[in-house]
């Protein structure tokens, strides 16, 4: 038997997201800053002397060949032509799906990581970020590891270094499906471009979700949730196209004060926000 390797998938939070428009084949040309959590989801991949791709536990009501790790494994396994092995892969799964907390897409890149360096294919990182782009469009930046820009439709990425708060996030009891938000009449897409600079952290109340309005609509839950983390402390946005919404704090303390006072019926959590993904820090710490 091969050993495991056991490696994070860490949740995101867009800081804010504008779209700044529609290319003619559907999406959506945005701007967005990207930082990790320290909480996220977890893998172990083993392989094994079989030729496929194996994943456990099913997710409920969910078919396991639609799972973005069976996808991203498949994915590379097509791109070196030869699979060396077989792989055994286990998903603990903490992040809520669909919450716009980029789950599903840290699942695909913590898969093509841990595959690059178990079939000791040595990848180069823009190559696996241009395999990971064909699975979405968040994939490159779990990819990378860095905080970050996006540009483009997400795939242009610069690093960034906005400050490391504690982040309070609220799971509203719904899931919001993506596609449906950017097809909608209703999605604003007209946010003027801005430029990038280097210490902007999307701390300002001149930056928004753009998606923010639309997803309230259409979400009640979504909007009750904002509305009450509003009047608790002030600032409260959406991340990426939800359902998930979270409010920044200095110290962990105070993140925690909220959570605990949080109306009944919403789950939530609090975790720190980080610049350098625990992805690769564990895979730098495994050379
Ligand atoms: C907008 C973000 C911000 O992080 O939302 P979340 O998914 O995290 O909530 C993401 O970039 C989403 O990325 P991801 O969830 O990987 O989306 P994809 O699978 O690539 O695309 C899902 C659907 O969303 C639409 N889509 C996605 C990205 C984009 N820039 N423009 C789009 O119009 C397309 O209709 C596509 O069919
Ligand atoms: N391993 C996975 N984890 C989560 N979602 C997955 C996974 N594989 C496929 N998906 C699909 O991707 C969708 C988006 O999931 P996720 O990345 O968690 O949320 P979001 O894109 O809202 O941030 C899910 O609703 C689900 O249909």
């Known amino acids: 038997m091969s050993p ?7 949740a995101k939070l867009n800081l804010f997201l504008h779209i700044t428009g529609r290319r ?3 999406y959506h040309t945005l701007q967005t800053l990207f930082q990790f959590l320290d909480f996220g989801d977890s893998l172990s991949f083993q392989l094994d002397s079989g030729t496929g791709v194996r ?7 969910f078919d396991p060949a639609e799972n973005l790790v069976v996808k991203a494994a498949n994915k590379l396994r097509s791109y070196i ?6 792989v055994t892969i286990h998903l603990d799964k903490r992040i809520p799906m669909g919450g716009g907390l980029g789950g599903g897409s840290s699942d695909a890149a913590t898969t093509l990581l841990a595959l690059n360096r ?5 990848l180069h990182t823009d190559e696996l970020a241009s395999v990971g782009l064909e699975l979405g469009a968040d994939v490159p930046v779990f990819v990378r590891g860095h905080a970050a820009w996006a540009e483009g439709i997400g795939e242009q990425i610069t690093p960034a270094s906005p400050v490391e708060d504690w982040y ?4 509203p009891p719904c899931t919001v499906n993506t596609a449906q938000i950017f097809r909608h009449e209703r999605l604003t897409r007209n946010s003027k471009p801005i430029r990038i600079a280097p210490a902007f952290d999307g701390n300002h109340s001149d930056y928004r979700n753009d998606c923010e309005a639309l997803v ?3 979400y009640p839950a979504v909007e009750q949730a904002l509305q009450w983390l509003r009047s608790e402390c002030g600032n ?3 991340t990426g196209t939800g359902a998930c919404i979270f409010s920044r704090f200095p110290t962990e303390s105070g993140a925690l004060a909220v959570l605990r006072n949080r109306p009944s019926g919403i789950k939530g959590f609090v975790a720190k926000g980080l610049n350098s993904s625990p992805l690769h820090n564990r895979l730098t710490e495994l050379l």
């Open 236 to 238: 409260a946005r959406l």
């Open 81 to 86: 032509g030869s699979p060396p092995t077989g």
């Open 55 to 61: 994943l456990s536990p099913d997710l409920p009501g």
């Open 4 to 10: 495991m390797l056991t490696l994070p998938a860490p």
């Open 118 to 122: 178990l079939w000791g294919l040595d």
């Open 216 to 218: 309230c609509e259409l």
């Open 168 to 171: 309070l996030v609220l799971i």
């Open 24 to 26: 003619d084949d559907g």
